[in-house]
């Protein structure tokens, strides 16, 4: 197996079916990207942005990617780091610390979509309202055109 030293990018609307190895394909419309491994296993690694998950720079040369990529779940079981379109390798971690990252990972995602969740609660309201008082202005209006 062939490790990749360093990863090409291709900015795309959509990701391809076939992707190369040594590529890093992006979509900003998906806000995602996608690589194959970067120890040559073959897997597909997919790595959505978002403030919960990877973070994405642009420097107009290169692009890096935070934070490192834990392929866990793959036999591989590979980590590294993406830095100006550099792999760094990053040591394997132990069963203990993958889930207790993965227990952390969560609680960051849990409280981030409870705070977008209570958010969304609000403005829902907010319409809600809206929509109350536009109504019974309507009602109001209809009244009165009645009363005439
Ligand atoms: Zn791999």
């Known amino acids: 197996m062939k490790r990749t030293k360093i990863l090409t990018y ?20 998906f806000s995602t990207a996608i690589h ?3 120890c040559g296993c073959g897997q597909e690694v997919v790595t959505p942005f978002g403030r919960t998950d990877w973070q994405l720079t642009f420097d107009g040369e290169s692009i890096s990617l935070d934070p490192s990529i834990g ?9 590294y780091w993406i830095r100006h379109n550099k792999i760094i390798w990053a040591p394997r971690w132990s069963k ?3 889930d207790a990252n993965r227990a952390y990972d ?5 409280r981030y979509f409870m705070a977008v969740q209570e958010k969304e609660n ?3 309201r ?8 536009a109504e019974k202005n ?3 209006r209809l009244k009165n055109n009645s009363l005439r």
């Not at 291709?10 to 419309?29: A, C, H, K, N």
């Not at 392929?71 to 980590?79: P, T």
């Not at 969560?106 to 849990?110: F, H, P, T, Y």
């Open 106 to 110: 969560k609680r960051l995602k849990d």
């Open 126 to 133: 907010k319409i809600r309202l809206a929509d109350w008082l």
């Open 122 to 124: 609000r403005s829902d």
């Open 96 to 98: 203990k610390k993958i």
């Open 138 to 140: 309507i009602l109001k």
């Open 71 to 79: 392929n866990w779940s793959f036999d591989c079981k590979s980590h």
């Open 36 to 38: 194959k491994c970067c």
């Open 10 to 29: 291709r900015f795309l609307e959509y990701i391809p079916r076939d992707i190369e190895e040594g590529v890093i394909y992006i979509s900003m419309t």
